[in-house]
Protein backbone atom coordinates (compact mmCIF):
# COMPACT_ATOMS: atom_id res chain seq x y z
CA UNK A 1 0.00 0.00 0.00
CA UNK A 2 1.18 3.59 -1.01
CA UNK A 3 -0.92 6.21 -0.34
CA UNK A 4 1.59 8.63 -1.80
CA UNK A 5 1.61 7.08 -4.78
CA UNK A 6 -1.76 7.40 -5.01
CA UNK A 7 -1.99 11.07 -4.51
CA UNK A 8 0.51 11.09 -7.51
CA UNK A 9 -1.48 9.07 -9.76
CA UNK A 10 -4.56 11.23 -9.03
CA UNK A 11 -2.93 14.08 -10.52
CA UNK A 12 -1.04 12.64 -13.31
CA UNK A 13 -3.92 11.31 -14.43
CA UNK A 14 -5.75 13.85 -14.46
CA UNK A 15 -3.88 16.23 -16.05
CA UNK A 16 -3.78 14.46 -18.56
CA UNK A 17 -7.02 14.00 -19.21
CA UNK A 18 -8.28 17.21 -18.82
CA UNK A 19 -5.02 18.42 -21.00
CA UNK A 20 -6.11 15.96 -24.02
CA UNK A 21 -10.06 17.38 -23.36
CA UNK A 22 -8.79 21.41 -23.94
CA UNK A 23 -7.28 19.46 -27.53
CA UNK A 24 -10.64 17.81 -28.28
CA UNK A 25 -13.41 20.77 -27.15
CA UNK A 26 -10.98 23.86 -27.02
CA UNK A 27 -12.38 24.84 -23.96
CA UNK A 28 -9.75 26.65 -22.14
CA UNK A 29 -10.93 25.53 -19.01
CA UNK A 30 -10.19 21.96 -19.38
CA UNK A 31 -6.34 23.31 -19.82
CA UNK A 32 -6.46 25.27 -16.41
CA UNK A 33 -7.94 22.49 -14.63
CA UNK A 34 -5.00 20.47 -16.25
CA UNK A 35 -2.08 23.27 -15.13
CA UNK A 36 -3.73 23.00 -11.62
CA UNK A 37 -3.28 18.81 -11.05
CA UNK A 38 0.40 19.57 -12.98
CA UNK A 39 1.28 21.96 -10.89
CA UNK A 40 0.83 19.62 -7.80
CA UNK A 41 3.35 16.87 -9.34
CA UNK A 42 5.76 19.71 -9.54
CA UNK A 43 5.41 20.41 -6.34
CA UNK A 44 6.14 16.93 -5.32
CA UNK A 45 9.92 16.39 -3.73
CA UNK A 46 10.13 13.23 -5.93
CA UNK A 47 8.21 10.93 -8.13
CA UNK A 48 9.31 7.32 -7.65
CA UNK A 49 7.47 4.76 -5.93
CA UNK A 50 8.39 3.92 -2.54
CA UNK A 51 9.93 0.62 -3.21
CA UNK A 52 12.81 2.09 -5.08
CA UNK A 53 13.86 4.06 -2.32
CA UNK A 54 17.17 2.83 -1.76
CA UNK A 55 16.40 1.29 1.76
CA UNK A 56 14.16 -0.86 -0.44
CA UNK A 57 15.53 -1.26 -3.81
CA UNK A 58 19.49 -1.64 -2.64
CA UNK A 59 19.23 -5.27 -1.85
CA UNK A 60 17.80 -6.49 -5.26
CA UNK A 61 19.63 -9.05 -7.28
CA UNK A 62 20.20 -6.84 -10.88
CA UNK A 63 19.56 -8.24 -13.88
CA UNK A 64 21.29 -9.08 -17.15
CA UNK A 65 24.05 -6.13 -17.93
CA UNK A 66 23.51 -4.34 -14.38
CA UNK A 67 27.08 -3.85 -12.18
CA UNK A 68 26.06 -5.32 -8.67
CA UNK A 69 27.60 -1.77 -7.61
CA UNK A 70 24.48 0.33 -7.59
CA UNK A 71 24.13 2.88 -4.96
CA UNK A 72 21.94 6.00 -6.69
CA UNK A 73 18.16 5.19 -7.18
CA UNK A 74 16.72 8.78 -8.57
CA UNK A 75 15.14 7.76 -11.22
CA UNK A 76 12.70 4.83 -11.41
CA UNK A 77 10.12 3.65 -13.54
CA UNK A 78 7.48 5.43 -11.95
CA UNK A 79 9.59 8.91 -12.57
CA UNK A 80 9.31 8.02 -16.18
CA UNK A 81 5.65 7.37 -16.78
CA UNK A 82 5.25 10.28 -14.79
CA UNK A 83 7.73 12.65 -16.90
CA UNK A 84 5.89 11.14 -20.15
CA UNK A 85 2.52 12.17 -18.68
CA UNK A 86 3.74 15.83 -17.67
CA UNK A 87 5.65 16.20 -20.99
CA UNK A 88 2.38 15.39 -22.57
CA UNK A 89 0.36 17.94 -20.61
CA UNK A 90 2.72 20.70 -21.17
CA UNK A 91 2.89 20.17 -24.92
CA UNK A 92 -1.04 19.70 -25.27
CA UNK A 93 -1.91 23.04 -22.75
CA UNK A 94 1.27 25.24 -23.82
CA UNK A 95 -0.87 27.95 -26.18
CA UNK A 96 -2.95 28.83 -22.76
CA UNK A 97 0.13 28.58 -20.55
CA UNK A 98 1.80 32.17 -19.10
CA UNK A 99 5.53 32.27 -19.09
CA UNK A 100 5.51 31.73 -15.04
CA UNK A 101 2.97 29.08 -16.01
CA UNK A 102 5.33 26.97 -18.25
CA UNK A 103 8.42 27.63 -16.22
CA UNK A 104 6.62 26.06 -13.43
CA UNK A 105 6.07 22.64 -15.45
CA UNK A 106 9.66 23.34 -16.92
CA UNK A 107 10.96 22.88 -13.52
CA UNK A 108 9.04 20.27 -12.91
CA UNK A 109 10.32 17.98 -15.88
CA UNK A 110 14.03 19.44 -15.39
CA UNK A 111 14.45 18.95 -11.75
CA UNK A 112 12.18 15.57 -11.25
CA UNK A 113 13.41 13.70 -14.40
CA UNK A 114 15.61 15.13 -17.05
CA UNK A 115 18.74 16.58 -14.28
CA UNK A 116 18.48 13.21 -11.97
CA UNK A 117 19.94 11.28 -14.60
CA UNK A 118 21.36 13.79 -17.56
CA UNK A 119 25.28 12.72 -17.56
CA UNK A 120 24.92 10.49 -14.91
CA UNK A 121 23.92 7.76 -16.87
CA UNK A 122 26.56 5.17 -15.67
CA UNK A 123 24.69 5.44 -12.21
CA UNK A 124 21.18 4.29 -13.53
CA UNK A 125 21.12 0.56 -13.20
CA UNK A 126 18.51 0.56 -15.99
CA UNK A 127 20.52 2.90 -18.51
CA UNK A 128 22.16 -0.61 -19.97
CA UNK A 129 19.75 -2.76 -18.74
CA UNK A 130 18.63 -3.58 -22.15
CA UNK A 131 16.52 -6.79 -21.64
CA UNK A 132 14.54 -5.56 -18.68
CA UNK A 133 11.50 -3.37 -19.53
CA UNK A 134 12.70 -0.51 -17.50
CA UNK A 135 15.09 0.59 -20.16
CA UNK A 136 11.88 1.69 -22.29
CA UNK A 137 9.71 2.96 -19.38
CA UNK A 138 12.88 4.95 -17.97
CA UNK A 139 13.93 6.37 -21.49
CA UNK A 140 10.81 6.64 -22.60
CA UNK A 141 9.95 9.43 -19.66
CA UNK A 142 13.65 11.16 -20.56
CA UNK A 143 13.06 11.23 -24.24
CA UNK A 144 9.19 12.88 -23.97
CA UNK A 145 10.11 15.36 -21.25
CA UNK A 146 13.57 16.56 -23.30
CA UNK A 147 11.29 16.60 -26.67
CA UNK A 148 8.75 18.84 -25.25
CA UNK A 149 11.32 21.38 -23.70
CA UNK A 150 13.51 21.62 -26.86
CA UNK A 151 11.55 25.06 -27.82
CA UNK A 152 12.98 26.49 -24.84
CA UNK A 153 15.76 24.17 -24.07
CA UNK A 154 17.46 22.93 -27.45
CA UNK A 155 20.48 21.52 -25.81
CA UNK A 156 18.27 18.91 -24.06
CA UNK A 157 19.15 16.89 -27.89
CA UNK A 158 21.59 15.03 -25.83
CA UNK A 159 18.78 13.49 -23.49
CA UNK A 160 16.72 13.20 -26.88
CA UNK A 161 19.75 10.84 -28.14
CA UNK A 162 20.25 9.07 -25.48
CA UNK A 163 16.92 8.25 -25.04
CA UNK A 164 16.95 6.32 -29.32
CA UNK A 165 19.91 4.27 -27.81
CA UNK A 166 18.35 3.40 -24.65
CA UNK A 167 14.74 2.14 -26.38
CA UNK A 168 16.49 1.28 -29.66
CA UNK A 169 18.48 -1.34 -26.99
CA UNK A 170 15.16 -2.47 -25.28
CA UNK A 171 13.33 -2.79 -28.55
CA UNK A 172 15.87 -4.57 -29.96
CA UNK A 173 15.91 -7.34 -27.51
CA UNK A 174 12.38 -8.27 -28.84
CA UNK A 175 13.12 -11.53 -30.62
CA UNK A 176 12.61 -11.96 -34.04
CA UNK A 177 9.63 -13.81 -33.67
CA UNK A 178 8.26 -11.13 -31.32
CA UNK A 179 9.08 -13.21 -27.83
CA UNK A 180 10.00 -11.32 -24.70
CA UNK A 181 12.06 -13.10 -22.16
CA UNK A 182 10.21 -11.10 -18.86
CA UNK A 183 7.18 -12.49 -19.65
CA UNK A 184 4.33 -11.03 -21.51
CA UNK A 185 3.19 -8.20 -19.22
CA UNK A 186 6.32 -6.73 -19.49
CA UNK A 187 6.37 -7.13 -23.21
CA UNK A 188 3.26 -4.93 -23.01
CA UNK A 189 4.57 -2.83 -20.93
CA UNK A 190 7.82 -1.82 -21.79
CA UNK A 191 6.68 -1.61 -25.28
CA UNK A 192 3.80 0.51 -24.69
CA UNK A 193 5.39 3.41 -22.98
CA UNK A 194 8.25 3.18 -25.37
CA UNK A 195 5.84 3.60 -27.96
CA UNK A 196 5.17 6.94 -27.02
CA UNK A 197 8.23 8.53 -27.81
CA UNK A 198 8.91 6.14 -30.56
CA UNK A 199 6.37 7.59 -32.40
CA UNK A 200 7.13 11.15 -31.53
CA UNK A 201 10.17 10.57 -32.39
CA UNK A 202 9.10 8.89 -35.97
CA UNK A 203 7.14 11.91 -36.28
CA UNK A 204 9.59 15.18 -35.45
CA UNK A 205 11.87 13.30 -37.28
CA UNK A 206 10.15 13.15 -40.76
CA UNK A 207 10.51 9.37 -40.37
CA UNK A 208 14.30 9.38 -40.23
CA UNK A 209 14.20 7.65 -36.77
CA UNK A 210 11.85 4.73 -37.30
CA UNK A 211 12.02 2.33 -34.57
CA UNK A 212 8.91 0.25 -35.55
CA UNK A 213 11.15 -0.88 -38.07
CA UNK A 214 13.25 -2.75 -35.88
CA UNK A 215 13.16 -6.66 -36.37
CA UNK A 216 10.85 -7.63 -33.30
CA UNK A 217 8.38 -4.95 -33.59
CA UNK A 218 7.83 -5.12 -37.91
CA UNK A 219 8.05 -8.78 -38.14
CA UNK A 220 5.79 -9.96 -35.40
CA UNK A 221 3.66 -7.04 -33.31
CA UNK A 222 1.36 -9.20 -31.77
CA UNK A 223 2.33 -12.47 -32.07
CA UNK A 224 3.70 -13.19 -28.36
CA UNK A 225 0.50 -11.56 -27.13
CA UNK A 226 -1.59 -13.48 -29.31
CA UNK A 227 0.18 -17.40 -29.39
CA UNK A 228 0.63 -16.95 -25.31
CA UNK A 229 -2.49 -16.70 -23.82
CA UNK A 230 -2.73 -19.30 -21.47
CA UNK A 231 1.09 -18.81 -21.07
CA UNK A 232 1.04 -17.28 -17.56
CA UNK A 233 5.08 -17.88 -17.21
CA UNK A 234 7.12 -16.14 -15.11
CA UNK A 235 5.92 -13.13 -13.02
CA UNK A 236 3.42 -12.33 -16.01
CA UNK A 237 1.11 -14.10 -12.83
CA UNK A 238 1.44 -10.67 -11.45
CA UNK A 239 -1.14 -9.05 -13.96
CA UNK A 240 -1.94 -12.40 -16.26
CA UNK A 241 -3.42 -13.83 -13.28
CA UNK A 242 -5.06 -17.38 -13.89
CA UNK A 243 -4.56 -18.46 -17.55
CA UNK A 244 -3.23 -15.49 -18.55
CA UNK A 245 -5.28 -13.90 -21.42
CA UNK A 246 -5.20 -11.37 -23.43
CA UNK A 247 -3.24 -8.12 -22.91
CA UNK A 248 -3.10 -5.19 -24.50
CA UNK A 249 -5.24 -2.42 -26.12
CA UNK A 250 -6.93 -1.78 -29.32
CA UNK A 251 -4.95 1.36 -29.52
CA UNK A 252 -1.54 -0.12 -28.78
CA UNK A 253 -1.77 -3.03 -31.03
CA UNK A 254 -3.62 -0.49 -33.53
CA UNK A 255 -0.67 1.86 -33.86
CA UNK A 256 1.45 -1.30 -34.38
CA UNK A 257 -0.65 -3.12 -36.73
CA UNK A 258 -0.57 0.83 -38.69
CA UNK A 259 3.23 0.92 -38.29
CA UNK A 260 3.58 -2.22 -39.79
CA UNK A 261 0.68 -3.39 -41.80
CA UNK A 262 0.65 -6.63 -39.92
CA UNK A 263 -2.11 -8.46 -40.75
CA UNK A 264 -2.12 -11.19 -37.57
CA UNK A 265 -2.02 -7.84 -35.34
CA UNK A 266 -5.62 -6.99 -36.72
CA UNK A 267 -7.07 -10.43 -36.20
CA UNK A 268 -5.44 -10.41 -32.67
CA UNK A 269 -7.44 -7.10 -32.03
CA UNK A 270 -10.78 -7.84 -33.31
CA UNK A 271 -10.85 -11.68 -31.94
CA UNK A 272 -9.43 -10.65 -28.22
CA UNK A 273 -9.31 -6.80 -27.79
CA UNK A 274 -12.38 -6.08 -29.07
CA UNK A 275 -14.31 -5.15 -25.71
CA UNK A 276 -15.71 -1.80 -26.36
CA UNK A 277 -18.00 -2.07 -23.48
CA UNK A 278 -15.34 -2.40 -21.13
CA UNK A 279 -15.13 0.45 -18.22
CA UNK A 280 -12.66 3.32 -19.29
CA UNK A 281 -9.01 2.15 -18.37
CA UNK A 282 -6.93 5.16 -18.06
CA UNK A 283 -3.74 6.77 -19.68
CA UNK A 284 -2.04 4.24 -19.58
CA UNK A 285 -1.71 2.69 -23.60
CA UNK A 286 -2.14 -1.27 -22.27
CA UNK A 287 -5.33 -1.19 -21.01
CA UNK A 288 -8.44 -1.33 -22.73
CA UNK A 289 -10.64 1.79 -23.36
CA UNK A 290 -8.30 4.34 -22.60
CA UNK A 291 -7.36 7.94 -24.04
CA UNK A 292 -4.92 6.41 -26.39
CA UNK A 293 -7.84 4.96 -28.77
CA UNK A 294 -8.29 7.99 -29.53
CA UNK A 295 -4.86 9.02 -30.23
CA UNK A 296 -4.06 6.17 -32.16
CA UNK A 297 -7.11 5.66 -34.31
CA UNK A 298 -7.41 1.90 -35.40
CA UNK A 299 -6.46 1.54 -39.05
CA UNK A 300 -9.08 0.51 -41.58
CA UNK A 301 -7.53 -0.33 -44.65
CA UNK A 302 -5.33 -3.81 -42.93
CA UNK A 303 -7.37 -6.99 -43.18
CA UNK A 304 -8.06 -9.22 -40.14
CA UNK A 305 -6.08 -12.50 -41.20
CA UNK A 306 -5.58 -14.91 -38.50
CA UNK A 307 -2.15 -17.36 -38.87
CA UNK A 308 -1.74 -20.21 -40.72
CA UNK A 309 -1.01 -22.15 -37.50
CA UNK A 310 -2.54 -21.49 -34.18
CA UNK A 311 1.18 -23.15 -32.99
CA UNK A 312 4.03 -21.37 -32.35
CA UNK A 313 7.60 -21.60 -31.10
CA UNK A 314 9.81 -18.76 -29.94
CA UNK A 315 13.03 -20.00 -30.25
CA UNK A 316 15.77 -17.35 -28.85
CA UNK A 317 13.82 -17.25 -25.21
CA UNK A 318 12.31 -20.81 -25.95
CA UNK A 319 8.91 -20.97 -25.21
CA UNK A 320 6.46 -22.88 -27.45
CA UNK A 321 2.63 -23.07 -27.67
CA UNK A 322 0.49 -26.30 -29.34
CA UNK A 323 -3.24 -25.90 -29.94
CA UNK A 324 -5.41 -26.94 -32.79
CA UNK A 325 -7.02 -23.42 -32.99
CA UNK A 326 -7.48 -20.42 -31.52
CA UNK A 327 -10.37 -20.64 -28.69
CA UNK A 328 -11.37 -22.38 -25.16
CA UNK A 329 -13.20 -25.20 -26.96
CA UNK A 330 -9.21 -26.69 -28.15
CA UNK A 331 -6.56 -27.44 -25.34
CA UNK A 332 -4.14 -25.46 -25.34
CA UNK A 333 -0.52 -26.28 -24.66
CA UNK A 334 2.13 -23.97 -23.20
CA UNK A 335 5.86 -24.96 -22.29
CA UNK A 336 9.64 -22.60 -21.73
CA UNK A 337 12.69 -24.62 -21.72
CA UNK A 338 14.96 -21.30 -21.89
CA UNK A 339 17.80 -19.64 -20.23
CA UNK A 340 17.61 -19.13 -16.70
CA UNK A 341 19.18 -15.50 -16.95
CA UNK A 342 16.35 -13.17 -15.37
CA UNK A 343 16.93 -12.58 -11.60
CA UNK A 344 14.05 -10.01 -11.64
CA UNK A 345 11.09 -11.69 -13.25
CA UNK A 346 12.58 -15.54 -14.16
CA UNK A 347 11.78 -18.16 -12.55
CA UNK A 348 13.52 -21.89 -12.18
CA UNK A 349 11.19 -23.56 -14.00
CA UNK A 350 13.25 -24.61 -17.57
CA UNK A 351 10.83 -27.76 -18.82
CA UNK A 352 7.41 -26.60 -17.34
CA UNK A 353 4.17 -26.77 -19.06
CA UNK A 354 0.70 -25.71 -18.68
CA UNK A 355 -2.66 -27.00 -19.72
CA UNK A 356 -5.85 -24.82 -20.59
CA UNK A 357 -8.53 -25.91 -21.58
CA UNK A 358 -12.79 -25.10 -21.78
CA UNK A 359 -10.94 -21.72 -20.44
CA UNK A 360 -9.54 -23.08 -17.48
CA UNK A 361 -6.10 -24.14 -15.82
CA UNK A 362 -5.95 -27.38 -15.11
CA UNK A 363 -2.31 -27.71 -15.15
CA UNK A 364 0.00 -24.68 -14.44
CA UNK A 365 1.22 -22.40 -12.51
CA UNK A 366 -0.51 -20.32 -9.16
CA UNK A 367 -0.87 -16.77 -9.65
CA UNK A 368 1.69 -14.00 -7.91
CA UNK A 369 -1.22 -12.07 -6.97
CA UNK A 370 1.11 -9.15 -6.04
CA UNK A 371 4.66 -8.03 -5.47
CA UNK A 372 5.70 -8.14 -1.96
CA UNK A 373 9.39 -5.87 -0.60
CA UNK A 374 11.44 -8.56 -0.82
CA UNK A 375 10.21 -10.30 -3.98
CA UNK A 376 13.06 -8.87 -6.36
CA UNK A 377 16.16 -9.32 -3.49
CA UNK A 378 17.96 -12.78 -2.60
CA UNK A 379 15.08 -13.81 -0.45
CA UNK A 380 13.11 -14.60 -4.04
CA UNK A 381 14.78 -17.83 -4.99
CA UNK A 382 13.52 -19.03 -1.56
CA UNK A 383 10.03 -18.18 -2.80
CA UNK A 384 7.30 -21.52 -4.03
CA UNK A 385 6.59 -19.84 -7.23
CA UNK A 386 9.87 -18.62 -7.90
CA UNK A 387 11.89 -22.17 -6.95
CA UNK A 388 11.61 -25.43 -8.74
CA UNK A 389 9.65 -27.25 -6.71
CA UNK A 390 6.54 -24.60 -7.30
CA UNK A 391 6.60 -25.06 -10.64
CA UNK A 392 5.82 -28.54 -13.29
CA UNK A 393 9.17 -29.99 -13.27
CA UNK A 394 11.12 -33.35 -12.58
CA UNK A 395 13.64 -33.34 -9.03
CA UNK A 396 16.15 -36.04 -8.33
CA UNK A 397 16.72 -36.57 -4.85
CA UNK A 398 15.32 -33.16 -4.18
CA UNK A 399 17.56 -31.37 -6.37
CA UNK A 400 16.79 -27.91 -7.71
CA UNK A 401 17.26 -25.71 -10.56
CA UNK A 402 20.49 -23.56 -10.63
CA UNK A 403 20.08 -19.76 -9.64
CA UNK A 404 22.09 -18.15 -12.47
CA UNK A 405 22.93 -14.77 -9.97
CA UNK A 406 22.84 -14.23 -6.51
CA UNK A 407 23.57 -10.27 -4.72
CA UNK A 408 26.79 -9.41 -5.07
CA UNK A 409 27.85 -13.18 -7.21
CA UNK A 410 29.27 -13.56 -10.37
CA UNK A 411 26.74 -15.09 -12.99
CA UNK A 412 26.57 -17.98 -13.78
CA UNK A 413 26.43 -18.23 -17.49
CA UNK A 414 24.66 -20.60 -19.90
CA UNK A 415 23.02 -21.86 -17.39
CA UNK A 416 18.84 -23.11 -18.54
CA UNK A 417 17.50 -25.40 -20.89
CA UNK A 418 16.89 -25.50 -24.30
CA UNK A 419 13.89 -26.49 -27.04
CA UNK A 420 15.21 -29.06 -29.38
CA UNK A 421 12.82 -29.62 -31.82
CA UNK A 422 9.59 -28.06 -32.26
CA UNK A 423 6.89 -29.55 -34.92
CA UNK A 424 3.22 -28.47 -35.43
CA UNK A 425 1.25 -30.65 -38.11
CA UNK A 426 -2.25 -31.53 -39.19
CA UNK A 427 -3.38 -33.87 -36.41
CA UNK A 428 -0.88 -33.20 -33.32
CA UNK A 429 1.97 -30.91 -32.48
CA UNK A 430 4.71 -31.58 -30.19
CA UNK A 431 7.99 -29.89 -28.64
CA UNK A 432 11.10 -31.59 -27.66
CA UNK A 433 13.07 -30.29 -24.25
CA UNK A 434 16.49 -30.82 -22.87
CA UNK A 435 16.60 -29.42 -19.81
CA UNK A 436 19.70 -31.14 -18.56
CA UNK A 437 21.75 -27.71 -18.06
CA UNK A 438 19.65 -26.08 -15.64
CA UNK A 439 20.44 -28.42 -12.64
CA UNK A 440 23.52 -28.57 -10.93
CA UNK A 441 24.55 -32.61 -12.11
CA UNK A 442 24.79 -33.81 -8.93
CA UNK A 443 21.62 -35.92 -8.42
CA UNK A 444 19.73 -34.83 -11.69
CA UNK A 445 22.23 -36.21 -14.69
CA UNK A 446 19.61 -35.78 -17.75
CA UNK A 447 16.93 -34.79 -18.02
CA UNK A 448 14.72 -34.61 -21.71
CA UNK A 449 10.89 -33.64 -21.56
CA UNK A 450 8.85 -34.58 -25.10
CA UNK A 451 5.26 -32.76 -25.02
CA UNK A 452 2.91 -34.44 -27.61
CA UNK A 453 -0.82 -32.75 -28.18
CA UNK A 454 -3.55 -34.65 -29.74
CA UNK A 455 -5.64 -32.13 -31.29
CA UNK A 456 -8.24 -34.21 -32.10
CA UNK A 457 -8.77 -35.31 -28.57
CA UNK A 458 -7.62 -32.71 -26.74
CA UNK A 459 -5.31 -35.32 -25.08
CA UNK A 460 -1.64 -34.35 -23.93
CA UNK A 461 1.27 -36.87 -23.98
CA UNK A 462 4.38 -36.51 -21.63
CA UNK A 463 7.25 -38.72 -22.32
CA UNK A 464 10.00 -37.83 -19.60
CA UNK A 465 13.46 -39.69 -19.76
CA UNK A 466 15.03 -38.88 -16.58
CA UNK A 467 19.02 -39.82 -16.20
CA UNK A 468 20.53 -40.29 -12.40
CA UNK A 469 21.90 -43.09 -9.92
CA UNK A 470 19.94 -46.48 -9.34
CA UNK A 471 17.65 -46.15 -6.88
CA UNK A 472 17.43 -42.05 -6.41
CA UNK A 473 14.13 -40.85 -6.02
CA UNK A 474 12.44 -38.90 -9.07
CA UNK A 475 9.38 -37.03 -8.74
CA UNK A 476 7.22 -35.22 -10.98
CA UNK A 477 5.99 -32.54 -10.36
CA UNK A 478 2.20 -31.21 -11.93
CA UNK A 479 0.38 -28.61 -10.09
CA UNK A 480 -3.35 -28.66 -10.88
CA UNK A 481 -5.11 -25.09 -10.83
CA UNK A 482 -8.62 -27.43 -10.54
CA UNK A 483 -9.71 -29.88 -8.15
CA UNK A 484 -7.53 -32.72 -8.65
CA UNK A 485 -8.32 -36.22 -6.25
CA UNK A 486 -6.32 -39.04 -6.27
CA UNK A 487 -8.17 -42.32 -7.20
CA UNK A 488 -7.94 -44.77 -4.33
CA UNK A 489 -5.72 -46.81 -5.90
CA UNK A 490 -3.28 -44.38 -6.52
CA UNK A 491 -3.18 -45.45 -10.55
CA UNK A 492 -4.70 -41.69 -12.02
CA UNK A 493 -5.86 -38.16 -10.79
CA UNK A 494 -9.54 -36.57 -11.87
CA UNK A 495 -9.12 -32.88 -12.93
CA UNK A 496 -11.97 -31.43 -12.11
CA UNK A 497 -13.24 -27.74 -12.95
CA UNK A 498 -15.96 -25.82 -13.49
CA UNK A 499 -16.87 -26.99 -17.33
CA UNK A 500 -13.68 -28.74 -17.82
CA UNK A 501 -13.02 -32.69 -16.80
CA UNK A 502 -9.76 -34.65 -17.00
CA UNK A 503 -7.95 -37.34 -16.24
CA UNK A 504 -4.37 -38.11 -15.40
CA UNK A 505 -2.53 -41.23 -15.83
CA UNK A 506 1.25 -41.77 -15.19
CA UNK A 507 3.20 -45.19 -16.69
CA UNK A 508 6.60 -46.63 -16.10
CA UNK A 509 8.07 -49.78 -16.33
CA UNK A 510 9.34 -49.24 -12.84
CA UNK A 511 6.68 -49.16 -9.79
CA UNK A 512 5.71 -45.64 -9.06
CA UNK A 513 3.05 -44.14 -7.12
CA UNK A 514 0.85 -41.09 -7.44
CA UNK A 515 0.01 -38.74 -4.66
CA UNK A 516 -1.42 -35.11 -3.53
CA UNK A 517 0.67 -33.08 -1.54
CA UNK A 518 0.88 -29.54 -0.16
CA UNK A 519 2.94 -27.04 -0.87
CA UNK A 520 3.87 -24.27 1.46
CA UNK A 521 3.41 -20.71 -0.08
CA UNK A 522 4.91 -17.74 1.85
CA UNK A 523 4.72 -14.21 1.46
CA UNK A 524 6.34 -11.02 3.75
CA UNK A 525 2.66 -9.22 3.80
CA UNK A 526 0.53 -8.52 6.34
CA UNK A 527 -2.36 -10.19 5.19
CA UNK A 528 -3.18 -14.04 3.90
CA UNK A 529 1.12 -14.53 4.53
CA UNK A 530 0.99 -18.26 4.06
CA UNK A 531 -1.27 -20.75 1.86
CA UNK A 532 -0.85 -23.93 1.32
CA UNK A 533 -0.79 -24.97 -2.70
CA UNK A 534 -1.81 -28.72 -4.13
CA UNK A 535 0.65 -30.71 -6.25
CA UNK A 536 0.49 -34.01 -7.98
CA UNK A 537 3.70 -36.17 -7.23
CA UNK A 538 4.58 -39.09 -9.55
CA UNK A 539 7.49 -40.87 -8.02
CA UNK A 540 9.92 -43.26 -9.18
CA UNK A 541 12.85 -45.08 -7.67
CA UNK A 542 15.37 -45.16 -10.21
CA UNK A 543 15.40 -48.75 -11.75
CA UNK A 544 19.01 -48.21 -13.48
CA UNK A 545 20.61 -45.16 -15.00
CA UNK A 546 17.96 -44.32 -17.39
CA UNK A 547 14.27 -44.00 -16.27
CA UNK A 548 11.50 -43.37 -18.48
CA UNK A 549 7.92 -42.45 -17.46
CA UNK A 550 4.84 -41.31 -19.54
CA UNK A 551 2.38 -39.34 -18.35
CA UNK A 552 -1.51 -38.93 -20.20
CA UNK A 553 -4.33 -36.02 -19.92
CA UNK A 554 -7.40 -37.08 -21.09
CA UNK A 555 -11.05 -36.09 -21.10
CA UNK A 556 -13.06 -38.05 -18.70
CA UNK A 557 -15.23 -38.79 -21.34
CA UNK A 558 -12.57 -41.42 -22.17
CA UNK A 559 -12.12 -43.33 -18.79
CA UNK A 560 -13.56 -46.09 -20.27
CA UNK A 561 -10.44 -46.53 -22.56
CA UNK A 562 -8.15 -45.09 -19.95
CA UNK A 563 -6.24 -48.89 -19.32
CA UNK A 564 -5.79 -48.30 -22.87
CA UNK A 565 -3.15 -46.10 -22.53
CA UNK A 566 0.34 -48.25 -22.21
CA UNK A 567 3.51 -46.87 -22.73
CA UNK A 568 5.99 -49.66 -24.84
CA UNK A 569 9.59 -49.61 -23.98
CA UNK A 570 10.28 -53.16 -26.12
CA UNK A 571 11.97 -51.20 -29.18
CA UNK A 572 14.44 -49.13 -29.39
CA UNK A 573 12.89 -45.69 -28.89
CA UNK A 574 9.65 -45.47 -26.35
CA UNK A 575 5.80 -45.57 -27.62
CA UNK A 576 2.70 -44.63 -26.50
CA UNK A 577 -0.34 -46.10 -27.40
CA UNK A 578 -3.74 -45.93 -26.91
CA UNK A 579 -7.79 -45.44 -28.49
CA UNK A 580 -10.11 -42.74 -28.93
CA UNK A 581 -13.05 -42.17 -30.37
CA UNK A 582 -12.72 -45.94 -32.08
CA UNK A 583 -9.51 -45.36 -33.46
CA UNK A 584 -6.25 -46.17 -32.86
CA UNK A 585 -2.76 -44.16 -32.09
CA UNK A 586 0.44 -44.62 -31.58
CA UNK A 587 2.81 -42.36 -31.08
CA UNK A 588 7.47 -43.43 -31.61
CA UNK A 589 9.19 -41.12 -29.08
CA UNK A 590 13.13 -40.78 -29.79
CA UNK A 591 15.52 -38.15 -28.65
CA UNK A 592 14.90 -36.29 -32.23
CA UNK A 593 11.54 -36.49 -33.00
CA UNK A 594 8.40 -38.02 -33.00
CA UNK A 595 6.26 -40.10 -35.43
CA UNK A 596 3.18 -41.03 -35.38
CA UNK A 597 2.65 -45.25 -36.18
Known amino acids: KDDRAA ?22 AYAKRAYQLAEKLCEMDTWRLSAHYFENIYTRVWP ?56 NYDYQWWANAYKCNWSGICFNGLGMAALTLLNEDPQLT ?33 LCQSMMFMDAIKRLSDGKINMFLIDGVKNAPADFALFGMTGNFNDGTFRDKGIGGPIGSPGMYGKLAAETGNTNAMF ?26 LIWPMPTDIPATKPADASKHFPEIDWAFMRKDFGDDYMQVATK ?81 KITKFESLPGFAYTQMDATNAYPG ?13 KENNIVLVLDKVQSAKGAQIDLLFHPNVEATVSADGTYAALNGDSTHMEMKSMSKAPLSLTKQNQLYYRIVQQAPYAWVPCL ?19 TELKS ?25 AYEISDTQVKAI
Not at 19 to 25: D, I, S, V
Not at 161 to 190: A, D, K, L, P
Not at 442 to 454: N, V
Open 561 to 585: GANQFTLDESGKNPVIRYTAGGKNY
Open 158 to 190: DVVIRSIEGIGGMVSNITHEGGWQEGRHYSVYG
Open 64 to 119: YGVKDDQVAFPFDIWVGDCAADLALTYDWIYPTLTKAQRDRLRSGLLEQAVLRVRG
Open 442 to 454: EHLKGWKRTLILD
Open 268 to 293: YIKTFLNRPNALFGGIRNNATNTIWD
Open 7 to 28: YQNYYQYGSVVCALLYQLTGDT
Open 537 to 555: YTTVKAPSETTVIGTVFYP
Open 337 to 417: CGPLDDPHHGHLDAGTFNLTWKGESVIGEFSQEFYDQFIFNDDRWDYLNIRSLGHNVVLVDGEEQIIAKRKDQPWKEGIGG
